[in-house]
């Protein structure tokens, strides 16, 4: 998993209640022959004609501004529906790191923080207000997890809150397995004594 530590570029607003997974990532675009590839399918339905091909001018991430654009500001419950991991690749893929939004939902947030992807949570209408800054200055954003704050084109910070673990797994770019495996002499050590205090239980398992 990439660490993340502090970006800068352009911050994309998609100030709208309950962006589901499907929306994310449309089923009809979902393959099953690898995790990659999914950058271009990010929000296909809107990005696209009905060909999924044909790019639509009008959309935010279609145009100059914001192509390239590495923060989204979202609106309330972002990620919701089904649990698919897909749509979690399809916005970190496009080149999003961070999202900004007032909530997320559950299965998403956490399949974000497992690949690397920032979510941040603040106010509606602090978050509101972001996206229509983001509307008017689309580049000059900067998201530090170092000291957890946002800065705006215009110099204001903002301060967000963010669980110690996982701000730390995301520093030094763990996911969940690698933070374990950190504590592999200690797992070790605990199976050699339980299987000296409690042999039975050990009788024909594969050596550790």
């Given at each position: 998993m990439e660490a993340f530590e502090?970006?800068?570029?352009?911050?994309?607003?998609?100030?709208?209640?309950?962006?589901?997974?499907?929306?994310l990532i449309p089923s009809p675009l979902i393959t099953n022959a690898s995790r990659e590839g999914y950058g271009p399918k990010l929000l296909g339905g809107w990005r696209y004609e009905a060909d999924f091909k044909t790019e639509r001018p009008d959309f935010i991430l279609n145009q100059p501004a914001w192509r390239n654009s590495c923060i989204l500001i979202a609106?309330?419950?972002?990620?919701?529906?089904?649990?698919?991991?897909?749509?979690?690749?399809?916005?970190?893929?496009?080149?999003?790191?961070?999202?900004?939004?007032?909530?997320?939902?559950?299965?998403?947030?956490?399949?974000?923080?497992?690949?690397?992807?920032?979510?941040?949570?603040?106010?509606?209408?602090?978050?509101?207000?972001?996206?229509?800054?983001?509307?008017?200055?689309?580049?000059?954003?900067?998201?530090?997890?170092?000291?957890?704050?946002?800065?705006?084109?215009?110099?204001?910070?903002?301060?967000?809150?963010?669980?110690?673990?996982?701000?730390?797994?995301?520093?030094?770019?763990?996911d969940p397995i690698s933070v374990t495996m950190k504590r592999a002499d200690e797992i070790r050590a605990f199976a050699d004594a339980d299987r000296r205090r409690r042999p039975w239980i050990w009788a024909g398992a594969a050596d550790a």
């Open positions: 502090s970006i800068t570029g352009t911050a994309a607003p998609l100030f709208r209640a309950n962006i589901d997974t499907d929306t609106g309330e419950n972002f990620g919701c529906g089904s649990s698919r991991e897909m749509a979690v690749w399809a916005v970190r893929q496009f080149g999003f790191r961070c999202m900004i939004a007032p909530s997320f939902a559950p299965i998403f947030r956490q399949n974000s923080l497992r690949n690397g992807l920032l979510p941040i949570t603040l106010p509606a209408k602090l978050v509101e207000q972001l996206a229509r800054r983001a509307e008017a200055a689309p580049a000059g954003w900067s998201v530090d997890l170092r000291d957890c704050s946002i800065t705006d084109p215009a110099g204001e910070r903002h301060v967000f809150e963010i669980d110690a673990g996982e701000r730390e797994q995301l520093l030094q770019g763990l």
